[in-house]
């Protein structure tokens, strides 16, 4: 039997700030990338498989205007709308993208509930976390995975 760890509290900051030498947004957590990983190659069974790793859990220094950028693809594309905060931003290496790319995991604004849930919604959690990776336009992504802690509502 695979026991996985739970992942600790996740930091919602907004991305902005940062010290020169750190990352303006905080890091990736391996559970980040193992509910991604879950959702495409256990729960939805994709074909192709589709799989992520991390490649550098933070921004490096060199890389942080090219974070930024890709934050806001990701926000604008993958249509989270306005007040929407940077969970965590960092590098991927994946099956979709010949070298690392940027995933940026974000908390929008609102309930966090699956928007092909009927109205009621039915008895299901709520969403804990959305991405976008970004290549040449981002591959948007939601899901829930109990091994991570619930979104605020805002």
């Known amino acids: ?23 303006p947004y905080p890091p990736l957590t391996e ?3 193992r509910a991604v990983n879950y959702q495409y190659n256990i729960q939805s069974q994709a074909i192709p498989p589709i799989r992520f790793s991390i490649a550098s ?4 220094p060199n890389q942080a205007a090219a974070a930024k950028t890709a934050a806001g ?13 940077i969970v965590a931003v960092g ?16 908390n929008p604004p ?5 928007p092909s849930a009927e109205s009621p ?4 959690p709520p969403l804990n976390w959305y991405a976008g990776f970004v290549t040449s336009q981002p591959f948007c ?14």
């Open 73 to 85: 693809a990701a926000i604008r594309d993958c249509n989270e709308g306005a007040g929407t905060w």
């Open 141 to 154: 992504t939601f899901g829930y995975w109990s091994a991570l802690p619930p979104l605020p509502v805002h």
């Open 1 to 23: 039997m695979v026991t996985l760890a739970l992942v600790p509290a996740i930091s919602f900051l907004g991305g902005c700030g940062g010290s020169q030498g750190s990352s």
């Open 91 to 106: 590098l991927v290496n994946s099956t979709i993208a010949k070298r690392p790319i940027f995933a940026v995991f974000m």
């Open 57 to 60: 859990g933070s921004v490096p």
């Open 31 to 33: 559970g980040m990338i």
């Open 110 to 114: 609102g309930k966090h509930i699956d």
């Open 121 to 124: 919604p039915p008895d299901l």
